[in-house]
């Protein structure tokens, strides 16, 4: 069946590094692929989201590209800050609609 | 524009007690997904409506959960007779056909002793 793989964490870095979590997927047909972020006592927020292969999602610096060759959609930020630590799930959106995500990688910013 | 509303933000109860969380979604959004999250894991959906009309119950057990959207607006999912493995986080989605990303709300923390 469908499914989404994603780094494990939790995953620790200092302000100002370079961040890379990573995500793979299995699916049928071409899914919709998605980032969502889950702050601390909140709900997820859908943080970037791409189509179709090679579209490049971005929203606050976060950048995924979605790679079909590779059945990936890794998320990359230049340079992270405190205000990132937070929970992050990577996702596929299925023709039917259904959403299947990864279970999660917590990050960690120290300052 | 309010988000997804949701209530209680925080529920303990003992085992075979039942139990009720309230969702209510954005204004005009016609979707409402009820999701179950465990800890660690990420969100599973339980049972999604269009409108008044359950479209896909699949993942809900059927035996102890149910849900109603009685108008087509908010929405309540019951479990009877809670068991210890039902303690999670259940959140409330909701979308509509013109934008067609799900807004989450924040959630009810359920935890059963």
């Known amino acids: 069946g469908d499914s989404v793989t994603q780094m494990e964490g939790p995953v620790t870095l200092s302000e100002e590094a370079f961040l890379t979590i990573n995500c793979t997927y299995t699916a049928t047909g071409y899914p919709s692929l998605f980032w969502y972020v889950q702050y601390p006592g909140e709900g997820l927020q859908l943080l970037l989201k791409a189509t179709k292969a090679d579209d490049k999602g971005s929203n606050k610096g976060f950048e995924a590209t979605y790679r079909k060759e590779t059945t990936s959609f890794h998320l990359e930020k230049g340079s992270v800050q405190v205000s990132d630590s937070a929970v992050y799930f990577c996702?596929?959106?299925?023709?039917?609609?259904?959403?299947?995500f990864g279970k999660g990688t917590r990050l960690h910013i120290l300052p | 524009e309010a988000g997804v509303v949701q209530s209680p933000r925080y529920k303990i109860i003992e085992k075979k007690q039942p139990v009720a969380f309230w969702c209510n979604p954005i204004?005009?959004?016609?979707?409402l997904y009820w999701y179950r999250q465990n800890l660690g894991q990420g969100p599973e959906l339980l049972i999604r409506?269009?409108?008044?009309?359950?479209?896909?119950d699949s993942q809900l057990p059927k035996d102890r959960f149910s849900a109603e959207r009685l108008k087509g607006v908010d929405s309540t999912l019951k479990i009877q007779p809670a068991e210890l493995g039902d303690s999670a986080v259940y959140l409330c989605?909701?979308?509509?056909?013109?934008?067609?990303?799900?807004?989450f709300g924040p959630g009810t923390r359920l935890t059963v002793t």
């Open positions: 409506y269009e409108n008044e009309e359950a479209v896909d």
């Open positions: 989605a909701s979308s509509s056909p013109r934008v067609y990303e799900q807004y």
């Open positions: 996702a596929l959106r299925r023709r039917d609609d259904k959403i299947i």
């Open positions: 204004s005009g959004h016609n979707t």
